[in-house]
């Protein structure tokens, strides 16, 4: 009875292993035109496998802002070098620099099936 038991856990866990299950893996960017990511010695996921999330790719945010800038000397003519602020207000696109560089090491999700990879985050190297 205890050998019947031990082959259904077999062949469970083999079904199980064989539908590859998101898993959480590291890897190292090697390329980022085209990326290219190394798992291990053996694996390198190219670029049509893999999907970004904002935590690592460049993207712009609207943001309001509202005050003043600095004292500062400059301009043209008479007043040119007496100090001056000038308003900075309203609704203002800034660019978020999250994008990989060859080095950073990666923290995916692979995707159910085990062909597709989601990066979710990073850590900046250097």
Same mark, same amino acid.
């Given at each position: 009875m205890e050998d019947i038991l031990k082959e259904i856990q077999k062949l469970v866990l083999g079904v199980i292993n064989a539908q590859k299950l998101s898993t959480v893996i590291?890897? /190292? &960017? +090697?390329?980022?035109?085209? +990326? #290219?990511?190394? &798992?291990?010695?053996?694996? /390198? *996921?190219? #670029? #049509?496998? *893999?999907? *970004? /999330?904002?935590?690592?790719?460049d993207y712009e945010v609207d943001m309001t802002v509202d005050h003043v800038t600095e004292n500062r000397a400059g301009g043209s003519g008479e007043a040119s070098f007496e100090a001056h602020n000038h308003d900075y207000k309203g609704r203002k696109k800034f660019l978020i620099h999250n994008g990989l560089i060859a080095g950073d090491r990666v923290t995916m999700i692979r995707a159910h099936g085990g062909q597709q990879f989601l990066i979710i985050d990073k850590e900046v190297v250097g």
């Amino acid at each position: 009875m205890e050998d019947i038991l031990k082959e259904i856990q077999k062949l469970v866990l083999g079904v199980i292993n064989a539908q590859k299950l998101s898993t959480v893996i590291y890897g /190292t &960017v +090697l390329s980022v035109s085209p +990326l #290219e990511i190394q &798992v291990d010695q053996k694996l /390198t *996921l190219k #670029e #049509e496998q *893999l999907k *970004l /999330t904002r935590a690592v790719m460049d993207y712009e945010v609207d943001m309001t802002v509202d005050h003043v800038t600095e004292n500062r000397a400059g301009g043209s003519g008479e007043a040119s070098f007496e100090a001056h602020n000038h308003d900075y207000k309203g609704r203002k696109k800034f660019l978020i620099h999250n994008g990989l560089i060859a080095g950073d090491r990666v923290t995916m999700i692979r995707a159910h099936g085990g062909q597709q990879f989601l990066i979710i985050d990073k850590e900046v190297v250097g």
